[in-house]
């Protein structure tokens, strides 16, 4: 079983950035991708941006494209989400998550482990 730990969100500005981290523990053997999801206050939870460990792949979801990016260390078991140009619909608690199987990389049901989060808070 793995445990996921999220850090670095925070109160900015519009068009100010943020960087989140995702540190991973426990047996991680089996995860093959990492994402990051996010839930707003009475929304539901929404795919951000995912990667592959193998390959390097990358999705994200539109709302960020060309703002975001997510990278990791294998080495250090943690994935990162550089957050840049962010505007207040970012607003929400950001999640990350480890996939261990076959299922759409997208969707939250691909995945089995998740951190508590960590809320990142976008002012106008």
């Known amino acids: 079983q793995a445990q996921l730990v999220e850090s670095g969100g925070g109160l900015v500005q519009a068009g100010e950035s943020l960087r989140l981290s995702c540190v991973a523990s426990?047996?991680?053997?089996?995860?093959?991708?990492m994402g990051w999801f996010r839930q707003a206050h009475g929304k539901e939870r929404e795919f951000v941006a995912a990667m592959f460990w193998i390959g390097d792949y990358t999705y994200y979801a539109d709302s960020v494209k060309g703002r975001f990016t997510i990278f990791g260390d294998k080495s250090k078991k943690t994935i990162y989400l550089q957050m840049t140009n962010l505007k207040p619909e970012d607003t929400a608690v950001y999640h990350c998550?480890?996939?261990?199987?076959?299922?759409?990389?997208?969707?939250?049901?691909?995945?089995?482990?998740w951190g508590q989060g960590t809320q990142v808070t976008v002012s106008s």
């Open positions: 998550a480890a996939r261990d199987g076959f299922g759409y990389i997208m969707s939250p049901s691909a995945y089995i482990y």
């Open positions: 426990g047996d991680t053997l089996s995860n093959n991708a």
